[in-house]
């Protein structure tokens, strides 16, 4: 084969692999075109979706673990997609009434409250009226809402966990007033959450969510020990409630809306939002969370240890359904239930609300607030 034949074939082979190239190429632009056209859409709907739920923890720094849960609760949000979650922190002059206002602020759509009764009663104090759910993480010795609400008592995380994916649950708020004494009551939440001097006779509004009460149980809460409830939690308050079995009974004046004044002897007299207590106690069975009225509870013995023994086993009776109420009892519970409330004892009494201890007042006021709260719970 001469020269001139070589160079045809060698010319022939070069136009038939340039042609197959320039198809492959062809192909490969169509399928990147393809491609391209078919991820716009999904591009499109990743831009419009909207951005994940802005959370902020308002948490109370002389609790333990703090810290860890801090990192815990990054990592949390990180893996969930979810934005930098605001990390704001108690102070002995703010409880966190002003840590919580300044999270609603900011565009936070959850307020998570980490710490104690007092913490989560600063939080809602913010949170009341707002619309913004309040979810809980328990680190406290009583934590009292989240027991009524089931929230995790032993595990933050899992605490964390159902206040990301929860349903949103309105409850009613309690608010606690001394019409007489306001001066000598003490209640950081409530002085953070006005201009007044901490000093005022202002009447101010007491936060409650649990139980509010006088006697008996406020005097217990007032002298309890503080480092034993740390060593042995809850069961501290009770053995502060032995020294004061065989204290005075109390001489009420009580005004349940617009009904006449009733007159009564009582050794504790409770307002109550919810009724479960520590140690499996239910104290009041009726005790709705939204249910849009106060439950009252005038607890009351006679005959010494045998009259608390007796009221006792009315409580754990009353926990489980069954109702003595035969009238010649040592023991007993009565219990109402109103809207608003007016309590009169003369010479005063020590005042709680959600086991912090306030102070001392003569006459106090309650009234309820329905579903003024909304907070994050068990779908």
Known sequence: MSWVAWVAVVAGVLALVAVGLGLWVWQQQRRLRAGLAGSAPAVAAAAQQPPGQLVAFVANPSKPDVAELRAAVRKAASEQYLPEPMWLETTVEDPGVGQARQAVEAGADLVVAVGGDGTVRAVAEALAGTGVPMGLMPLGT??????????PLNDPLAALQLAL???DKPIDVGWLRAER??????DDIAEAADDLPDDAEVPRDHIFLVIAGLGFDAAMVADTDDNLKAKVGWIAYFMAGVRHLHGRRLRIRLTLDDQPV???RARSLLIGNCGKLPGGITLLPDAILDDGVLDIAAIDTR????GWAQLFGEVVLQGVGVRNDLPAKMGRIDH???RSVRIVVPGGEHVQVDGDIVGRASEVTARV???????????
Request: glycine share 16%; aromatic share 2%; no cysteine.
């Open 262 to 264: 009733q007159q009564l």
């Open 142 to 151: 009583g934590n009292l809402l989240a027991r009524n609400l089931d929230v």
């Open 165 to 167: 994916d929860g349903t």
């Open 303 to 306: 005959g010494g240890i045998a």
């Open 181 to 186: 004494w306001e001066s000598e009551l003490d």
């Open 336 to 338: 109402s239930r109103a």
């Open 369 to 379: 607030d329905p579903g003024a709260l909304v907070v994050r719970v068990a779908g």
